[in-house]
């Protein structure tokens, strides 16, 4: 029987120079990143950018939601990727970073298909109810992630994606021994999918474990 193969640093390593070119705006907000030392962690992971821009442009993906934006790098690999006349709309509460990752979207030439609203993500999907899109991505504070998973399956057209982040929580929503509330709070979020009809998903290990859900 096939099983997955573990991923040591040095396959990670070999994975990302056998990958997509990162563009150069890309290699200088996670350069960014870096010096900004323990909130570096909130950037998705390299090859989960690779994989967003992959597929937004294989799909021909033309109108996505991003809830949490950070620095830019998910929203930037997602925009390089969508034809010119496709949009993302980039929600977080977060001034500065918005504003950062503001610079880097006119740096790469890609400010005029984004959007940015800056208040806490609840308050910006009421306000955007009734709108479409056909992809959504969702990595801001996991304790809303269920309301957010909600409004996003009302968002999301049929054969459209919903895209979560950090569903495999640093592997500890396995380890039975972890009742901390933001492991129980994923475990509770990842079940919650798992038993959804609406969708049809996957998990896959990229990252901190991406949840890919087709709404039907
Ligand atoms: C993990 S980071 C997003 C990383 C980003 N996708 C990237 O690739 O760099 C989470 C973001 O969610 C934002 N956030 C946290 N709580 C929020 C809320 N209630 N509403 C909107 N944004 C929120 C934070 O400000 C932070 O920028």
């Not at 010096?35 to 294989?58: C, D, N």
């Amino acid at each position: 029987m096939g099983s997955d193969l573990k991923i040591s640093d040095k396959i990670q390593e070999y994975i990302l120079n056998n990958g997509l070119s990162l563009h150069p705006v890309q290699k200088e907000i996670i350069e960014y990143n870096k010096s900004l030392g323990e909130l570096k962690r909130m950037q998705i992971a390299i090859s989960q950018s690779q994989f967003l821009h992959l597929l937004v442009k294989t799909l021909k993906i033309k109108k996505i939601l991003e809830i949490g934006t950070f620095t830019g790098l998910s929203t930037l690999s997602m925009s390089l990727a969508l034809a010119e006349d496709g949009t993302i709309l980039a929600l977080d509460k977060n001034e500065e970073t918005t504003k950062t990752a503001i610079r880097f979207f006119k740096k790469a030439k890609q400010d005029h298909k984004i959007n940015t609203m800056i208040k806490p993500a609840l308050e910006s999907l009421q306000e955007i109810r009734g709108k479409k899109f056909d992809l959504i991505f969702i990595d801001a504070d996991k304790m809303n992630y269920k309301k957010y998973y909600e409004e996003a399956i009302n968002l999301i057209t049929t054969d459209g994606l919903i895209i979560i982040d950090n569903v495999l929580w640093h592997g500890e929503v396995v380890d039975e021994n972890n009742n901390n509330k933001f492991t129980i709070n994923i475990r509770e979020f990842n079940d919650h999918v798992s038993r959804d009809k609406r969708v049809e998903k996957i998990i896959i290990p990229l990252g901190d474990g991406m949840t890919i859900c087709r709404k039907l």
